[in-house]
Structures are given as structure tokens and as C-alpha cells.
């Protein structure tokens, strides 16, 4: 049954004040399953706060979480009222030092254009402060435009040093704050062992004024290897912000408002239950949820309309989570079906460990690597899994 017909079905009383219902309204715009921004965000004040502070002293922030929490969505959201000059350099798919060396010196190249204007005037600073980088005046289509190259007879850590260093000596002479986010910044650190483009970064950032750096990225525990382990060139560099789950009274306000906008009412109390305890309140799984209800029905949605999308959601997603899951070995599949069946403590117990044929080493060794791929969370001693959806396909789909 498709979910359309499945929605027809519902009975509803009609809308008392349809004639107010905001017909423009752009359901993906309000929950985006990618970066959420203007309406579509939902408080983070505090964080935003703290991120903009530490902009505005020069400091360097780290933002990790768990996937698909929203560090990227609290990232722009900080820039964007800031007022302060940024470019965002992501990193989603890199294969060697070259391609981080030309993401990097591009990003450099239009913040440049963005902060001194003129491209004549630009290449006259620039060339004050570069000895091996390469900036050169190009005509295209839309005008002059500045080209910033390498040097390729250098290691593009040290073309990264000059380039980071010329922006900051430009920005001074400028007396002008700016900002480079390095998003999925985990990923240099596959690339490039030797870490020279982590060092790069850390002598300019250590003695920056007036450039403020934001890290970011999916892989938590990458990330904080590199901002953690004392052996690496950016440890204690940053000030961290631990992104958690937006807060289900948090969650009211917005999905109130939103629904004031679609239905000129407040959601049912039992269909905003509903939608948080089916997303436990993960961002990902709120915005999935609210896209469905609040396009496919031009009533106020229930709580059975809410099981009805998730459950399609878990069909949809089903190929994805068995993928996730087909890479596990067999103990930790067998840690997680017990997780997701409610056994959050005692797994080395005799009980479990009679029940399940595992040593109670297997069993910690399968936690261990479990946490590490950030499948599962410990907090207070109690295990939980961290993805809604694969929590519930496990419970009720018992496909291991
Ligand atoms: N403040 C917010 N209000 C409402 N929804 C949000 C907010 N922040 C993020 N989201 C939603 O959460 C999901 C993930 O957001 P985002 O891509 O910013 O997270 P991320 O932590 O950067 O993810 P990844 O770990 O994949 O890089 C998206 O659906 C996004 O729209
Ligand atoms: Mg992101």
C-alpha cells in the first residue's frame, strides 16, 4: 500500500481555518534532509552562540557529534549571522594531497575576491606575500578573475602554509576578521598520514589574529583522534562544541510553529509524542518524518499517520540499513539485535553469555568496535543504538 492511499484512508475532521493554510509552503525547504537553514532550523541558540563568540575572539572550534546531528547546519547558521567574511571548504571526497591542496587554495582564492574587490588590486597585495604560489590575472567570460596556483614543484603542504599565511597577512593589513570551515575534515587524515597538512594548518591557526578556523565532520572518532591524540599536530588546538540531540521542548516550538503555517493549528499532542518517539528526537529522523506528514495530508496528522510513515520509512531505508548491518562480524550483530531488544546492561553477564555462545571478551571486544563506528552509545552505563531506524528494523524485522 502506497503511503499516499494509505494517508486517504485516515479519517480526519476537516480544517476550520484552511483559508489561512499557507499554500506556498515548500515541505523540503522546512525539512531538508540535508544542510537546514532560515525556517527549516531549529533553535541551537546556546551552540550558535558559543560558535559565534569563539569566531569573534579568533578562536578555533572543533563541533563533533554523531552523524547527522547537525554540525554543518550549526556551522552555517553561526557564519551566516555573524556578518563575518567565510568560505567553507568540504572535503567530501578527496583522493590525494593535490585535491585537498586545490580545494583549499580555491576556497582561499574567492574568499579573497569576496574581501578585496578590485582583481588588480588583489594581485598587487598577493604578490607581497608569496614566494612559490603562482597568482596570476585570467580573463573569462565574467571578467578578470585571479588564479592562485601551486607550485608543483612543491609539497602541497607547504603550498598550503604559504597560501594560509598570505590570507592572514592580507587580512591584517586589511584589519579584517574571516573564517574557513573545513567540513568531513576527518578525511585529510585518510589521504595523508604523514600529517603535514594538519601541521600546515596548526602553524597558521596558533598564531592567526584575525582567521578563526571551524572543524567539522561525520567520523567522530577520526575527528577527535586528530584534535585528541597527543601526538598529533592539531591537539588542543580548538575549543569543542559536543553537538547532542535538539531537545524534544525545543522540538515543540519549531514543529508548532511549522504546523501553524501548514494547518493554521498546533499538532495533536499524541502525533508530536509520536514523531519523537519514533526519531527519539535525532534531526535526520524528525525531518524524514515531518516532509511525509506535512505533504501528504491536508489534515492535522495522527498518531497512526506518524506509524505509517515510519514504517515506510524502514521499507525505504531497508536496503541501506542491511548494508550497514552486512559489514558487522556475527557477534556484533548479535550485540546489537540485543541492544535494539532492550538489553542495555549486562551483556557480559552469565545469562547473556550462555544465550548468545560468546565469550564475555568477544562480547566487550564487539562493544568496543561497535562504539567505534558509532553504531552504538554508552552513557551512564547503558548501551543504546544510536540510529532510530536501524534500532526499530532490527526490533521488529528480525533480520538477523
Ligand atoms: N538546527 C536544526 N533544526 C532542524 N533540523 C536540523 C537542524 N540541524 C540539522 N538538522 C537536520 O538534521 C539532518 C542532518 O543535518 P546536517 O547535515 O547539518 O548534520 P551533520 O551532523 O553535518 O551530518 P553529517 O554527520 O552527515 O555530516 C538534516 O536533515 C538537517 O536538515
Ligand atoms: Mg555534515
Same mark, same amino acid.
Given at each position: 500500500m502506497s503511503l499516499r492511499v494509505a494517508f486517504l484512508r485516515v479519517t480526519i475532521p476537516p480544517l476550520l481555518y484552511s483559508k489561512y493554510k499557507d499554500t506556498k509552503m515548500k515541505i523540503r525547504e522546512y525539512f531538508p534532509l540535508g544542510v537546514a537553514s532560515g525556517r527549516a532550523f531549529c533553535n541551537r541558540e546556546i551552540e550558535t552562540q558559543t560558535l559565534n563568540n569563539n569566531i569573534q575572539n579568533g578562536q578555533h572550534t572543533v563541533i563533533v557529534s @554523531?552523524?547527522?546531528?547537525?554540525k554543518t547546519s550549526l556551522a552555517q547558521h553561526a557564519l551566516q549571522l555573524s556578518n563575518i567574511p567565510y568560505c567553507k571548504v568540504d572535503?567530501?571526497?578527496? %583522493?590525494d594531497e593535490r585535491t585537498i591542496e586545490k580545494l583549499i587554495l580555491s576556497s582561499i582564492n574567492t574568499l579573497i575576491g569576496e574581501i578585496f574587490g578590485s582583481t588588480e588590486k588583489i594581485l598587487a597585495i598577493m604578490q607581497r606575500y608569496v614566494k612559490k604560489l603562482k597568482p596570476t590575472l585570467s580573463v573569462s567570460a565574467n571578467g578578470p578573475k585571479i588564479e592562485l596556483s @601551486?607550485?608543483?614543484?612543491?609539497?602541497p603542504s607547504h603550498n598550503i602554509l604559504e597560501a594560509l599565511l598570505m590570507l592572514e597577512n592580507m587580512l591584517r593589513e586589511k584589519k579584517q576578521m574571516a573564517v574557513i570551515f573545513f567540513d568531513e575534515f576527518q578525511e585529510i587524515s585518510l589521504v595523508e598520514k604523514r600529517h603535514g597538512i594538519e601541521a600546515a594548518i596548526r602553524s597558521v591557526a596558533q598564531e592567526s589574529q584575525q582567521l578563526s578556523f571551524i572543524f567539522s565532520g561525520s567520523n567522530r572518532h577520526l575527528l577527535s583522534s586528530m584534535f585528541e591524540d597527543k601526538k598529533r599536530p592539531l591537539y588542543k588546538l580548538c575549543k569543542k562544541i559536543q553537538l547532542e540531540r535538539i531537545s524534544k521542548q525545543h522540538y515543540y516550538k519549531h514543529l508548532n510553529t511549522l504546523a501553524k503555517r501548514k494547518w493554521n493549528a498546533l499538532l495533536p499532542n499524541d502525533t508530536f509524542e509520536s514523531i519523537m518517539t519514533f526519531s527519539e528526537c535525532h534531526p535526520y529522523y524528525v525531518n524524514n518524518i515531518c516532509e511525509q506528514l506535512w505533504s501528504q495530508s491536508d489534515n492535522l496528522p495522527r498518531p497512526e499517520d506518524v506509524k505509517l510513515v515510519w514504517n515506510w520509512l524502514i521499507k525505504l531505508e531497508k536496503s541501506e540499513v542491511i548494508q550497514e548491518l552486512a559489514a558487522l562480524s556475527l557477534n556484533q550483530k548479535k550485540i546489537m539485535v540485543a541492544i535494539a531488544n532492550g538489553? %542495555?546492561?549486562?551483556?557480559?553477564?552469565k545469562d547473556f553469555l550462555n544465550q548468545s555462545s560468546m565469550a564475555s571478551s568477544s562480547v566487550i571486544r564487539a562493544i568496543e568496535s561497535l562504539v567505534k563506528k558509532d553504531l552504538i552509545i554508552l552513557n551512564d552505563d547503558k548501551l543504546s543504538i544510536l540510529d532510530p531506524l536501524i534500532k526499530y528494523s532490527l526490533k521488529e524485522m528480525n533480520w538477523v
Open positions: @554523531p552523524r547527522r546531528y547537525g572535503f567530501f571526497i578527496i %583522493v @601551486p607550485s608543483a614543484s612543491e609539497d538489553l %542495555v546492561t549486562g551483556l557480559t553477564s
